[in-house]
């Protein structure tokens, strides 16, 4: 399965030329090895620890209680997070989502903590996140960045193509109801995982230093960790030149408090009829 590494120790963005943004953009998701130097891996690890000791009010857990293990998440922490702030700035992720997405103009949206401790049954069920923000569709990309050795079996999942449409309708992970768009508005998803030899399914088996690339669109889902495997995962999501603003009448996920004031809004006609 198609993954894309540097030729040599020091990565850069450059090196991935066009055949990588082509992969991107023809199929939603991308691997690239070894993006990261140890050392960010090891600021990252060192930033989910503080995060775990100090959630902010985003703060879930997504696993239920009689699940052994344990699946938590948070969001938005880098304006408090000095090792969060650090890599998504300082290190290559900005260039490489200027390559890929062929933006001028990079802009963070937010970071998603995933823990996942060892023997968590709870499945993330398959989704695309676009349909959850309060932002229009366009150049998006999410990293997810993992400080521990996942597992093919383990590992986050793609349906290739799957961001170019349509938009398939949000459900809560933990009960599967539809609480946001009306009825009939959007297409509902496939089953993919009774059906999986019916979709083009990418995936890859990652070291620390990997990562995952994906369109916001791209429908996506991964597994529980078993045994005495432990999956912490960084993600981070950012935007290029043409997203825009979009108020939805619901709490997005994130909310995200401020961000109408630092991203122009779009048309309401965008707003509402760009799905």
């Known amino acids: ?21 082509h992969f991107f953009l023809e199929h939603g998701a991308l691997c690239i090895r070894g993006a990261l130097t140890m050392e960010q891996v090891d600021q990252l ?3 989910i ?4 000791a100090h959630h902010s009010p985003w703060a879930k857990v997504a696993s ?26 300082e290190s290559v992720l900005p260039a490489i989502a200027q390559h890929l ?39 998006t990309i999410s990293f997810w960045i993992p400080v521990d050795p996942v597992a093919q ?10 961001h170019k449409g349509p938009w ?28 999986r030899e019916d979709f083009p399914i990418l995936g890859w088996a ?5 990562l995952v690339c994906f369109n916001m669109l791209t429908l996506h889902a991964s597994a529980g960790v078993a045994g005495n495997q432990r999956r912490r995962a960084f993600s981070v999501r950012m935007l290029g030149d043409d997203v825009r603003h979009a108020p939805r009448p619901w709490i997005t996920s994130p909310e995200f408090p401020g961000l109408k004031e630092r991203l122009p809004k779009a048309p309401l006609w965008t707003t509402l009829f760009s799905l």
């Open 45 to 47: 690890k060192s930033g």
């Open 101 to 139: 997405l062929g933006s001028k103009q990079i802009r963070l949206y937010h970071n998603h903590l995933l823990v996942t401790e060892p023997n968590t049954r709870q499945r993330t069920p398959w989704h695309q996140d676009q349909p959850y923000y309060n932002i229009t569709v366009g150049e």
């Open 168 to 195: 398939l309708m949000p459900r809560s992970f933990m009960d599967n109801q539809a609480k946001w768009f009306a009825k009939g508005t959007l297409t509902d998803l496939p089953n993919v995982e009774d059906h």
């Open 1 to 21: 399965m198609t993954a894309f590494a540097p030729t040599d120790g020091d990565f850069k963005a450059s090196e991935l030329g066009n055949a990588a943004r």
């Open 206 to 210: 990652l070291q620390p230093g990997d």
């Open 49 to 52: 620890g503080q995060n775990l």
């Open 64 to 89: 239920s209680t009689d699940d052994p293990g344990w699946f938590f998440g948070d969001f938005c922490n880098w304006r408090d997070n000095d090792q969060y702030r650090s890599v998504i700035h």
């Open 153 to 162: 079996a383990s590992t986050l999942e793609f349906v290739a193509g799957s």
